[in-house]
């Protein structure tokens, strides 16, 4: 979900630099696509000029569904008349249908969606980001407040590694460069924020023969090289709950070589109003990171949890059942 290879999704390969792969669940993601049906050819359009009618869609890989089932929770507790298209593809795809009025809401990335927007963007800190976003959204998008919650790229190491070479943030990977066999969709050999951008923004300069392609985005093949010692350091996403699992380390990426991505919903503008703005804004102050990876684990996890449930139950946790007051 990004710019180039990150135009469709959030990162190298989950989404596949341009593709669609969620990093945590690159694997699960193509089950999730159902049947093949496109959700976007039924016919009965949009939600037409009701402000109380709102249709909510979703990308087609399970956090994005998973918080798009959030969304449509916290709209019908707040009296909206929600409708769902679901598993609608790349931003190739949903974007437009944000804009033909087939869909109203969507969740998305703030980074890839100025990538997607301003391809020419070089803006990665939050900050700079949301100042971007307006401007490049125009005037038939707008978005609501970013949620705290983050799933952008990372390089991660095993805890053995980081006490061994007392590392905090890449910059300290970069003194045993060496020595570090990285893993990594193979995209991420060329890719701005991939190893070009580690070698200039940290020294980290991990030579053709240390780098190891693996295809997962971020996912167990990855996750399971990178456990058993067969690479030093891997890009994983920050809301894999294999992180956690294993003892990983996230280093710290001061430089913003990764460009930040909150949750963010994305809203047609002629949809937009006080009320639909007030109850996203509530539940995404309350979508934290944390959160999100405990989404994504029942989801993705030993529980296999549908979406819809685990957003249902997130919802009621978090008290969002109720009209915002």
Request: net charge negative; hydrophobic share 40%.
């Amino acid at each position: 979900m990004r710019t180039s290879n990150t135009s469709s999704g959030r990162g190298f390969a989950r989404r596949t630099l341009g593709g669609l792969a969620v990093a945590t669940v690159a694997v699960v993601s193509l089950a999730a696509c159902g049947g093949g049906s496109d959700p976007l050819s039924a016919e009965g359009e949009g939600s037409g000029d009701d402000a109380n009618a709102v249709i909510v869609g979703s990308a087609n890989f399970p956090e994005s569904e998973t918080v798009a089932n959030i969304y449509t929770e916290v709209l019908r507790a707040n009296g909206f008349d929600v409708t769902t298209k679901f598993d609608i593809g790349s931003r190739e795809a949903y974007i437009p249908a944000l804009k033909d009025a087939s869909i109203d809401v969507i969740p998305d990335y703030t980074g890839n969606l100025l990538q997607y927007l301003d391809p020419q963007s070089t803006a990665t800190s939050a900050a700079d980001v949301n100042a971007a976003l307006p401007g490049a959204l125009g005037s038939e998008l707008t978005i609501t407040t970013a949620a705290p919650a983050e799933d952008k790229d990372a390089v991660v190491v095993t805890a053995e590694t980081a006490q061994k070479w007392n590392l905090t943030s890449i910059a300290d990977l970069a003194a045993h460069s060496a020595e570090v066999k990285f893993g990594a969709p193979a995209e991420f050999q060329e890719r701005r924020a991939g190893l070009p951008g580690l070698k200039e923004n940290y020294g980290l300069d991990i030579a053709p023969a240390n780098f190891v392609p693996i295809a997962d985005g971020g996912g167990p093949a990855t996750v399971e090289a990178l456990a058993s010692g067969q690479i030093t350091a891997a890009n994983i996403f920050t809301t894999s709950p294999a992180i956690e699992k294993n003892n990983f380390v996230v280093l710290t990426d001061p430089k913003n070589n990764f460009a930040a991505q909150n949750v963010v919903p994305v809203v047609r503008a002629a949809k937009s109003t006080a009320e639909l703005t007030r109850a996203l804004d509530a539940l995404s102050a309350k979508l934290t990171t944390e959160e999100l990876v405990k989404l994504n684990d029942a989801v993705s996890g030993d529980a296999k949890t549908e979406p819809a449930a685990a957003a249902k139950q997130w919802v009621v946790d978090q008290g969002l059942d109720k009209p915002v007051s």
